[in-house]
């Protein structure tokens, strides 16, 4: 036989209620501990305490010295002022004027031109003027147109040497040695010449043919025109 429970007994039931309960309990104590008043433990008197009495310090009182101040001398008396009187003529200084009358004649100095004197820039060698004299037909630049002038000078000499001469001289077998030295002036002009020579009539011949040099360019050296002195030295052969 099956023991039936009574649905009223049984707890379960009553579960949230209970639990309802219990939290409202737990809350209520927890006030009435919040709540609770305490007071604080009280201690005997001690008596008044003063904090200011150990913090003073005495602070020794020092005088202040004033630095001396140097004694400035007095001021210079002025000098005696002389008062003068009306009636005392007082002499008055006269200054002259520096300016002139139109009616009188004024010396002036005469003043002497000076002339500058022109530089004059003397010969200049061959082997280093800065612009050499052209040759006629020469073309080119500076080395050029110096090499150019070398050769047609002894190409000059060549053509129009008398070779025969030295075979009439009757002079030493070899070769023999001609120097032969002129100036190209300032206008292109063969000027100042002069030869050396083992013989007379080779040094008269030498001058000959640079005599028959043509006109030439004129050398220049700063930019301006220069005499330029030239040397050619050339062989002959004599049997």
Do not use: W
């Amino acid at each position: 036989m099956e023991i039936k429970k009574n649905p009223k007994s049984n707890l379960e039931n009553y579960s949230k209620l209970f639990m309802q309960i219990g939290l409202v309990l737990a809350l209520f104590i927890t006030y009435v501990a919040i709540e609770k008043k305490t007071f604080d433990r009280q201690f005997g008197d001690l008596g008044d305490v003063v904090m200011n009495a150990d913090l003073e310090e005495e602070i020794p009182i020092t005088e202040r010295i004033e630095p001396e101040i140097p004694k400035m001398p007095p001021p210079p008396t002025p000098e005696k002022i002389e008062i003068v009187e009306d009636e005392k003529e007082v002499e008055e200084t006269i200054i002259e004027t520096t300016e002139t009358d139109e009616t009188e004649a004024v010396e002036v100095e005469e003043i002497e031109e000076v002339e500058e004197a022109e530089e004059v820039i003397e010969d200049v060698p061959f082997t280093i003027i800065e612009d050499v004299p052209v040759f006629p037909g020469c073309k080119g630049n500076k080395a050029q147109l110096k090499a150019c002038f070398n050769k047609k000078m002894k190409k000059h000499f060549n053509r129009k040497f008398n070779s025969d001469i030295a075979g009439d001289l009757g002079l030493s077998p070899g070769k023999k040695r001609i120097i032969m030295l002129f100036r190209i002036d300032e206008t292109g002009n063969v000027v100042d010449v002069r030869a050396k020579a083992p013989h007379p009539r080779l040094q008269k011949e030498a001058i000959r043919i640079v005599k028959l040099l043509p006109k030439m360019k004129p050398g220049r050296q700063r930019g301006r025109p220069v005499g330029v002195k030239y040397t050619l030295p050339v062989g002959i052969m004599v049997e």
